[in-house]
């Protein structure tokens, strides 16, 4: 076991991070060992979680100042734990650029705990960047979410061509995992046009479940709660509870 998935998609807002948490923290009540990586400078993954931002974490681990196990995080979640980032992160891939195997440093830090785990998430920033590339040169598969909004697809074949880039020269067993399709709004049609469109495009790999539009998913970060803990019968709870029902059915 220990599959590592990255979420990717060079736009902000469309549901990366708090897929990651909510998806994090259903596999782990379902008994999986996960751990959350925040890969973005912004940290918003730690802080969602209820985890200090302050205390070492991934940045630390891939320059060598600290160890991986001395920075994982527990969270309220059993079996959920959290590598937290900060802005030092944001110095990273200008740090990176001229070194040896600078896109490897995120796969060479999380290898010795791959089999730790039954689950690495690793949340990235929106940009095609250099610690984006470390998250795809590091996973098994990438997660991409897609905001059901008229302009979801719009630079999606920018990802898609990095994507290749990755798996013909970095990384080769490097799957797209799934598609998931985050706040649909019941009042507008445009989740039918997205979901229509990207089943076009990407087939099987969208999942079914698709994620409402819910403000109780919008407030729990402040909590530092997921879903399941913060408002545990509401529509995007009861969406991201079926997700993971998927998730642990085909990834
Ligand atoms: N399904 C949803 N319904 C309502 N608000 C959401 C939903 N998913 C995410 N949000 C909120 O939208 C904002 C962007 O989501 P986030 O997961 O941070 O996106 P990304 O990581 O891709 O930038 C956050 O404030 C988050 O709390
Ligand atoms: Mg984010």
């Known amino acids: 076991m220990g599959k590592i998935l990255v979420f990717a998609n060079q736009k902000g807002g469309v549901g990366k991070t708090t897929t990651a948490a909510t998806l994090g923290a259903y596999l782990a ?15 918003n993954l730690t802080s969602s979680v209820g985890a200090d931002k302050t205390l ?16 994982v995080q527990a969270t309220g979640e059993a079996n ?33 705990v791959k089999e730790a785990y039954d689950y690495i998430f690793i949340d990235s920033p929106p940009s095609l960047d250099l610690i984006t590339i470390n998250g795809l040169v590091a996973a098994d598969g990438v997660f991409i979410p897609l905001q059901c909004e008229y302009f ?5 074949s920018q990802l898609v061509k990095t994507i290749q880039a990755v798996q013909k020269g ?22 039918q046009d997205v979901a229509r469109e990207a089943v076009k495009y990407f087939k099987d790999k969208v999942f079914r479940t698709i994620i409402p539009r819910n403000v ?36």
């Open 170 to 191: 970095l990384n080769r067993s490097l799957e797209i995992a799934g598609i998931i399709l985050t706040m649909y709004d019941s009042r507008t049609n445009l989740a």
């Open 80 to 112: 959920l734990f959290v590598l937290g980032s900060n802005i030092n992160l944001s110095g990273a891939g200008v740090e990176l650029i001229g070194q040896k195997d600078r896109e490897f440093f995120l796969k060479n830090a999380l290898a010795p």
């Open 152 to 156: 979801a697809m719009e630079g999606l």
């Open 56 to 71: 070492p974490g991934i940045y630390e681990v891939i320059t060598g100042v600290k160890q991986l196990t001395d920075c």
């Open 29 to 43: 009540q379902h008994q999986k060992k996960v751990l959350l990586v925040d890969f973005d400078p912004q940290g």
């Open 216 to 251: 109780h998913l919008g407030e729990a970060p402040s909590h530092g709660l997921t879903i399941n803990r913060y408002r545990p019968g509401s529509p995007g709870a009861k969406a991201y509870e079926k997700l993971a029902e998927e998730v642990l059915q085909r990834v």
